[in-house]
T-cell receptor, first 111, second 114 residues
Framework: QKEVEQDPGPLSVPEGAIVSLNCTYSNSAFQYFMWYRQYSRKGPELLMYTYSSGNKEDGRFTAQVDKSSKYISLFIRDSQPSDSATYLCAMKGQGAQKLVFGQGTRLTINP | NAGVTQTPKFQVLKTGQSMTLQCAQDMNHEYMSWYRQDPGMGLRLIHYSVGAGITDQGEVPNGYNVSRSTTEDFPLRLLSAAPSQTSVYFC?????????????FGPGTRLLVL
């Protein structure tokens, strides 16, 4: 079993829809949770970063962490075609150097 | 700030050839790492370094070598290329454990081994 599980999709939704992307994990030591966005033929770029449990909002994006369920989510409101990309979750423990990534979810927003 | 840079962008090798993928960062980051990305596999860690002169293996180190003689540079060497090493390679750097260790990625090198 992988430490981090992410549904690879693909996921296709109409423009303006609310998108929910999720990851589950098994290591209770994880404290830092990130979402990266990767456009086609580009490197991943950091989108959201959350420490421990709770919510974090940045414009149309909201990251949620539920440590009791070992479950993290990324919500995209009013989705735009420019949001079409692969979204990767990543996480690490306190003091740990290495990030553990999910497989990535390919998202397409249709105009 | 150029961030993390990688060269070449694309490379074709024959089985058995060797080559070095270059990675450089200008953010004075302590931590640098190399990943490979394959369809359905996400990002897998090959090697990483926590500072000049210090390197360690990641999840898939076989067939790859690294060294870290300066803070800025972290080259990845393929010793004898195999078709299984066909992949997209990403270099990343971070402040280490600061800022949660969030990593900044380069644009990638696409490698095809025939």
């Amino acid at each position: 079993q992988k430490e981090v599980e992410q549904d690879p999709g693909p996921l296709s939704v109409p423009e303006g829809a609310i998108v929910s992307l999720n990851c589950t994990y098994s290591n209770s030591a994880f404290q830092y949770f990130m979402w990266y966005r990767q456009y086609s033929r580009k490197g991943p770029e950091l989108l959201m970063y959350t420490y421990s449990s709770g919510n974090k909002e940045d414009g149309r994006f909201t990251a949620q962490v539920d440590k009791s369920s070992k479950y993290i989510s990324l919500f995209i409101r009013d989705s735009q075609p420019s949001d079409s990309a692969t979204y990767l979750c990543a996480m690490k423990g306190q003091g740990a150097q290495k990030l553990v990534f999910g497989q990535g979810t390919r998202l397409t927003i249709n105009p | 700030n150029a961030g993390v840079t990688q060269t070449p962008k694309f490379q074709v090798l024959k089985t058995g050839q060797s080559m070095t993928l270059q990675c450089a960062q200008d953010m004075n980051h302590e931590y640098m790492s190399w990943y490979r990305q394959d369809p359905g596999m996400g990002l897998r860690l090959i090697h990483y370094s926590v500072g000049a002169g210090i390197t360690d293996q990641g999840e898939v180190p076989n067939g790859y070598n690294v060294s870290r003689s300066t803070t800025e540079d972290f080259p990845l060497r393929l010793l004898s290329a195999a078709p299984s090493q066909t992949s997209v390679y990403f270099c990343a750097s971070s402040y280490g454990t600061g800022h949660g260790g969030t990593q900044y990625f380069g644009p990638g090198t696409r490698l095809l081994v025939l």
